[in-house]
């Protein structure tokens, strides 16, 4: 197998305007990939209730998505080191947009579930090659404001999805959630291959590392499907529980052996070495718990503990997504200005961490004003820490190992997403079911309703004193496990402090790969170089 590695292009650094041409493609992709699990939260629990699922599959519609971002992350940033970006992002988005058009045709929680890992995997290439590409066009010290700017993309994104999801609801159906995707997907396929123009390879020699890959998936997504279904389907303490954390080390440290002796790992592991990664790596895991366990489940919260329509659920999930978007764009502009980056983030986990905390005070009748409040500080706090963490490891590696040091960081982020959803899930369930029973007999009804598995109620079509009993259950079990996410952000603060800042460098990683090229081929002969790389 054949694969690339950049000649070394002689140019002067782009322009602003240059680099915002390159990037429009990849904002855009970018967008529609944040877009194709944010449309879905505001009309999750309507789907599920519709499909007949419960909160096991509520849980594995993201857990699924998350699940396959994850595991196809990593694969994505060793392809981004081996082969054509460009073509690998536009690849990525036709994986998507197939995802999406089998997803709206679901007719049940299985097939929907194994559609959204299909669009995972699509999602998991824009997470881990837009950052890539990125590093190919600025240096780090540009990066930042550049960063803000994939910040506010993923923030409008995400402020946009659950309210489109909410309106094309209640208006015309939830399948077309997942189809009204496939045209800004096409449209950013097109727009890449308008705009984006990266340098020429030259061909090399490459391997894949398949059995790494298998490996890793499997200990990974074992490790998800227990803490799923532990404490549901079958106790903590059990033979399955055994089976299936012994599995999960057997296939992860198999994965480690197979890494070290693999000829081009797919996560190598030598980028370990670095302590900077390491921390990195550790608050990725705590910002993912932070970022994908709140968002999603805010919409059941307002829609099952408070009663509001998938629209109303968009509409008051907001201030969390505006304080992602302020504080990533204006913390990368003064990064970019000043090259100081740990102050920001630092500031970050620590409203992340106050903001968590005050949403674990929530039940049913918690003031819709102060519970703004509280998700508007938590995105504040995510907006100036996830975006900068790639950031960092990225000014960290060299650039041969870009694309495997930014896919790094996706990895963990997502991983630590996936997990948090399953745990959260799984603890959301079991509360949920447990206040709801005892106070369903407190009032003489004897039924299961919103037991871990039955469907998800309709709240909307319940008696008065059993809705009252459902919402409470729900708002009550949802502050839960926002109280049981703020020690992730103590643990992300530990993780930065640590950090040692080190000055953001001034060469892009176009220059790099040329000043790395310069190595071992010096007689390089001018007419052999690639004509005009970027434009």
């Known amino acids: 197998m054949t694969a690339a590695q950049i000649s070394p292009p002689e140019r002067p650094a782009m322009t602003h305007r240059e680099v915002l041409e390159a990037m429009s493609g990849l904002l855009l992709g970018l967008f529609v990939a944040i877009l194709s699990s944010t449309v879905v939260s505001a009309a999750l629990p309507r789907i599920i209730t519709e499909l007949g699922g419960g909160q096991s599959s509520y849980t594995w519609v993201i857990t699924a998505t998350l699940l396959a971002l994850t595991v196809s992350t990593p694969i994505w940033g060793k392809l981004a080191d081996l082969f054509d970006r460009k073509r690998l992002v536009q690849s990525a988005l036709v994986i998507y947009a197939i995802g999406s058009i089998l997803a709206g045709a679901s007719q049940s929680t299985s097939w929907l579930i194994a559609c959204r890992a299909l669009q995972g995997v699509g999602a998991g290439g824009m997470t881990a090659l837009t950052q890539v590409v990125l590093s190919d066009l600025v240096s780090p010290r540009e990066r930042g404001r550049y960063m803000g700017l994939l910040g506010a993309v993923m923030a409008v994104g995400t402020v946009a999805g659950p309210l489109l999801g909410g309106v094309i609801t209640d208006g015309i159906g939830w399948r077309w959630c997942f189809y009204v995707g496939v045209p800004i997907a096409v449209a950013a396929i097109v727009v890449l291959q308008r705009t984006l123009q990266l340098p020429q390879r030259t061909r090399r020699e490459a391997h894949i590392d398949v059995p790494g890959a298998l490996l890793i998936s499997g200990g990974v997504s074992l490790v998800l499907v227990w803490v799923s279904f532990a404490g549901t389907r079958f106790d903590w303490l059990s033979w399955q529980t055994a089976a299936m954390v012994l599995g999960a080390i057997a296939l992860l440290v198999a994965a480690v052996r197979v890494e070290r002796s693999s000829r081009e790992p797919l996560i190598p592991l030598d980028l370990f070495s670095s302590r900077t990664v390491v921390l990195a790596v550790i608050a990725s895991v705590a910002v993912g718990v932070a970022l994908f366990g709140t968002s999603t489940f805010l919409s059941q919260y307002m829609q099952l503990a408070r009663g509001k329509s998938p629209t109303e659920s968009g509409l008051l999930t907001i201030p969390m997504v505006l304080g992602v978007m302020v504080s990533s764009t204006v913390a990368g502009q003064i990064i970019s200005r000043t090259g100081r980056y740990k102050r920001f983030m630092l500031a970050g986990t620590a409203l992340m961490t106050v903001g968590l905390a ?16 509280f998700m508007a500080l938590v995105g504040l706090g995510i907006g100036m820490v996830m975006q900068n963490l790639v950031l960092v490891v990225q000014n960290s590696v060299p650039f041969s ?27 959301l369930s079991a509360k949920a079911s447990a206040t709801i029973a005892s106070g369903l007999a407190a009032i003489g009804v004897h039924a299961a309703v919103g037991s871990s598995s039955s469907a998800l109620p309709d709240v909307s079509a319940l008696p008065g004193p059993v809705r009252a009993v459902v919402e409470h259950g729900y708002g009550t079990a949802v502050g839960e496990i926002f109280l049981a996410a703020a020690p992730m952000g103590v643990i992300a603060f530990i993780a930065i402090a640590l950090l040692k800042e080190v000055p953001l460098g001034t060469v892009s990683g176009v220059e790099a790969a040329a000043q790395e090229s310069d190595v071992p081929l010096p007689e390089l002969e001018p007419e052999s170089e690639p004509e005009m790389a970027l434009r």
Do not use: K
């Not at 949403?359 to 409040?373: F, I, N, P, R």
């Not at 870009?402 to 991983?415: E, N, V």
């Open 401 to 427: 190992e870009m694309g495997a040091g930014s896919a790094l960081i996706a990895f963990f982020r997502s991983l630590g997403g996936a997990t948090g959803v399953s745990a959260l899930g799984a603890v």
């Open 358 to 373: 005050l949403m674990g005070q929530l039940d049913e009748h918690t003031s819709l004003l102060e519970l703004g409040v």
